[in-house]
């Protein structure tokens, strides 16, 4: 099935947010993701990731490096466990 831009997405028609899984409540939407410099859309994300990849700048770059931060930290935080 696809939605109204015509996206097929499994993961639009579930309510799913293709980045986190999570999956919305009733009152809560999915925003069409836009690629910045085609504005060909990419995909159906919800609102907590869509605003997250556009602090980033929309740099995939800089996704990956807070990425590795994230993960940098969780490690070290869990070596004493």
Avoid: A
Wanted: hydrophobic share 25%; net charge negative.
């Amino acid at each position: 099935m696809k939605n109204h831009n015509d996206i097929y997405d499994e993961d639009y028609e579930e309510g799913r947010c293709i980045i986190c899984n999570d999956m919305l409540e009733d009152d809560s939407r999915l925003t069409i993701d836009l690629d910045f410099d085609t504005d060909l859309p990419r995909g159906n994300i919800c609102d907590n990731c869509y605003i997250g990849i556009n602090h980033m700048k929309n740099s995939p770059e800089l996704l990956r490096r807070s990425s590795e931060y994230c993960e940098y930290w969780r490690d070290v935080n869990t070596l004493d466990d």
